[in-house]
């Protein structure tokens, strides 16, 4: 098939984590710079003789800061939920974990990051509540399934 996706080695899940790990890392760092910034800004808001100015500049900025801080969290249990994934086990059905070959994508059942690039593979790294992935959990090697219109074939699930 011209579609057909080369083979991944089952092994390549630890390193899929670990690319996932990196990119979670480097987004958690992004969100406490903004965090921070955004608490610099609202506490240097100096007042003005423009009176409501002040307060207005200095709520802005702490719900910058409240939004970059629940970002944060978020990715921060997203980490966390990754940590749990046993990337050696081998599955047969998809849940939790499991990483699925289809003629056209490659998906990982683990936290919400979309797609991810290893070894000249992308991978969509999907959360188990996400649209796609309740369509493919509980389904096995050889299932098709469908998703927005398009049919498609699982090849492997490991």
């Not at 890392?25 to 903004?34: D, I, L, N, V």
């Not at 955004?38 to 702490?62: F, V």
């Not at 369509?135 to 090697?141: A, E």
């Amino acid at each position: 098939m011209e579609n057909t996706i080369p083979y991944l080695c089952p092994m390549n899940k630890t390193e899929l984590a670990n690319e996932c790990k990196m990119l979670l890392q480097h987004k958690m760092q992004e969100a406490e710079a903004a965090m921070k910034a955004a608490q610099e800004s609202a506490n240097s808001n100096e007042k003005s003789s423009m009176g409501d100015k002040y307060e207005t500049g200095r709520a802005m900025g702490q719900l910058d800061r409240d939004m970059h801080a629940k970002r944060l969290a978020a990715l921060q249990i997203d980490y966390r939920n990754l940590l749990k994934i046993d990337t050696q086990l081998q599955q047969n059905q998809i849940e939790l974990g499991a990483l699925v070959q289809t003629e056209t994508l490659w998906y990982w059942i683990a936290v919400a990051l979309g797609p991810v690039l290893l070894n000249q593979n992308k991978v969509m790294v999907l959360s188990p509540q996400s649209p796609i992935a309740q369509v493919l959990i509980s389904k096995k090697q050889g299932d098709t399934f469908a998703f927005n219109g398009k049919k498609s074939e699982i090849l492997n699930v490991f």
